[in-house]
């Protein structure tokens, strides 16, 4: 359940951009969560609404956008997309694939009122 | 009004992490993240490296736990410091509780730390603590089906421990499925298979280590 330390982080980054911005009042969070990440967007909402209860954030909705596994074979230069976690490039079989997406956790903008 | 943002989530722990690495180079330290699900091995794996190591490096031990102190006193009867951290509830270790930690120790009289993470096969891995290398042990108990199912622990560690081999004769696990998913995985992952209660196999594992080992080359 880490969700819960991932939820304080975006509560925290947002109240600083908030600040930042002079903004009052969020509507949205969009976020950006790659597949190869240990997020389980079910329960980062679920996370997110209970630690924001009675707080100033209380009701902003949270909108994940969710990005495949994604690989480009260092030998030669295939995109392609991961399945079932295999780092092999269906191209040339060669063992040295780089992550081009899908290890993303970041918030992209914030819906500000 | 649409602000953008763009910042990583976790960037404030990356940040300590950064801080932490930079301090352990600084000390000459080589830092693991020992990483496994609960009851794979990962104490009796350090008494068995600390009892083949400590007259050799200096070794100072993390232990990350939910509640109790009991494993940071079982690695301290072997004779080195180790410093307790419950993280109350908490699933992973994060870069912040290694930085308090870190006063319990003499760093300058330290070669290598071992940071015990939170018995847990998925949170860890997305949390740098400044580490060097992350560490992870599977016993074959737990299913060669476990790379498949928590790939990135096994895509974010540079070395494999599989444990308990001598209970294979017993189980239907296949340490071959075990190595071929996990290579696929993460082709450059180091893989030794051990047994902590017979301490068959550990020699390379104490050879890998000893050879990171910033102050051991140098002697």
Not at chain 1, 48 to 68: A, H, W
């Amino acid at each position: 359940m880490h969700e819960m330390s991932i939820a304080q982080s975006i509560i925290d980054i947002v109240q600083q951009e908030m600040a930042r911005h002079q903004v009052s009042r969020v509507s949205v969070i969009r976020l950006v969560v790659g597949e190869f990440t240990a997020v389980v967007p079910d329960s980062l909402t679920f996370c997110f609404e209970l630690i924001t209860k009675d707080s100033p954030l209380e009701g902003v909705k949270v909108e994940l956008e969710q990005v495949p596994l994604t690989g480009r074979c260092r030998a030669c230069g295939e995109e392609f997309t991961i399945r079932e976690y295999r780092f092999v490039c269906p191209a040339c079989q060669s063992g040295e694939v780089e992550t081009v997406g899908g290890k993303e956790l970041f918030i992209k903008e914030i819906e500000a009122e | 009004m649409k602000v953008p943002v763009v910042r990583n989530v976790l960037e404030a722990n990356e940040q300590l992490a950064r801080e932490n690495q930079a301090r352990f180079r600084e000390k000459g330290l080589l830092v693991l993240n020992l990483m496994s699900s609960p009851g794979a091995g990962k104490t009796t794996l350090l008494e068995r490296t600390v009892d083949a190591l400590k007259d050799q490096i200096r070794i100072g031990v993390i232990e990350g736990d939910i509640q109790s102190t009991y494993d940071a006193e079982k690695i301290a009867r072997h004779g080195v410091p180790a410093v307790q951290i419950n993280t109350d509830g908490g699933c992973h270790l994060d870069s912040r509780m290694i930085q308090a930690a870190l006063p319990e120790f003499d760093l300058n009289n330290l070669d290598l730390l071992v940071v015990e993470n939170v018995g847990n096969l998925v949170c860890p891995a997305e949390f740098d603590v400044g580490e060097d290398y992350k560490v992870m042990i599977l016993s074959v108990t737990e299913g060669d089906d476990k790379p498949l199912k928590y790939p990135l622990m096994f895509s974010k560690s540079s070395v494999l421990l599989i444990n308990k081999v001598d209970l294979l004769p017993y189980i239907n696990t296949s340490v071959e499925t075990i190595r071929r998913v996990a290579l696929d995985i993460n082709p450059h992952l180091e893989i030794f298979e051990v047994s902590c209660q017979n301490q068959t196999g550990l020699e390379p594992w104490f050879a890998w280590i000893l050879a990171r080992v910033p102050h051991y080359k140098s002697v």
